[in-house]
């Protein structure tokens, strides 16, 4: 008899973006309500991730939803996840975050760590007006002419 990975194919891998423990995601999920479709999407900490890079790793995400701590465990190759977008990263010194389950405030802040920035680019500094001054013969004034007037 064959287990539900193993009816599972190679092609059915998805490709991930890099996601680790400390990441905030946000999970978009298909819902399925009768017979209509939607997309709900669930933003948080990912507090774990096990199982390795096979077809049964797993994501544990948890949010603060009006006061409560809601944890949620997502298959990362389920046909039901749309996709994961990594919205900050954080500096974190263990692989799995399961204190943060109980930190409240203050403790439960994890330090920003630089993601997806990139280095300013240099705009072109704005032309400076081109006068151009005629040599006159001595004793006569010529006045500045703009280089535009010039071309005229």
Do not use: C, W
């Amino acid at each position: 008899m064959k287990t539900t990975t193993e009816s599972f194919s190679k092609d059915q891998l998805k490709t991930l973006p890099d996601i680790r423990p400390g990441d905030t995601v946000r999970v978009h999920q298909k819902i399925t309500e009768g017979d209509k479709q939607r997309i709900q999407i669930f933003e948080g900490v990912v507090l774990a991730r096990k199982h390795g890079k096979g077809i049964n790793s797993t994501l544990t995400v948890k949010k603060i939803s009006q006061g409560v701590g809601v944890e949620r465990i997502f298959p990362l190759h389920s046909p039901n996840v749309e996709r994961f977008e990594v919205t900050k990263r954080a500096k974190v010194r263990r692989a799995k975050l399961y204190y943060l389950k109980d930190a409240k405030g203050k403790k439960a802040r994890l330090k920003a760590k630089e993601f997806g920035i990139e280095a300013p680019t240099e705009e072109p500094a704005p032309q400076e007006e081109v006068v151009v001054v005629e040599e006159a013969p001595l004793g006569q004034e010529v006045e500045p002419k703009q280089a535009a007037e010039e071309e005229e």
